[in-house]
């Protein structure tokens, strides 16, 4: 256990959320897999859209999904032939709209 300048600790469970919630953030720290994830709020979108909107070779658009899948923010869902992706974490959105107040070009 660690303990703050205020004598507060974190406890084991409080290290497993922070670390959860670091995954995310992780995640997100990527201009392509924002971009996804700003996509897919939108919509669902296959594997080959998201590729061709991305101008990227679909093995890097796969590691990307992958990264976002791993950390809870996407989930996947196969029809025929092809892969869908859909936002698991709608209030991501919400989050990432707080940063075009800071920062916005």
Do not use: W
Not at 40 to 54: F, G, W, Y
Not at 67 to 73: P, S
Not at 78 to 90: A, D, E, F, N, T
Request: proline fraction near 2%; include cysteine; aromatic fraction near 6%.
């Amino acid at each position: 256990m660690s303990t703050t300048k205020k004598g507060k600790k974190i406890d084991i469970q409080m290290q497993t959320r922070l670390e959860a919630r670091a995954r995310i953030i992780k995640a997100l720290a990527h201009p392509t897999r924002l971009f996804m994830v700003e996509e897919l709020s939108q919509k669902e979108r296959c594997v080959s859209e998201l590729t061709e909107m991305i101008g990227s070779d679909v093995s890097t658009v796969s590691k990307h999904l992958s990264v976002l899948k791993n950390a809870g923010i996407v989930q996947d869902q196969k029809k025929g032939s092809q892969v869908y992706y859909i936002l698991r974490m709608p209030c991501i959105r919400n989050f990432l709209v707080t940063f075009k107040s800071v920062y916005m070009v």
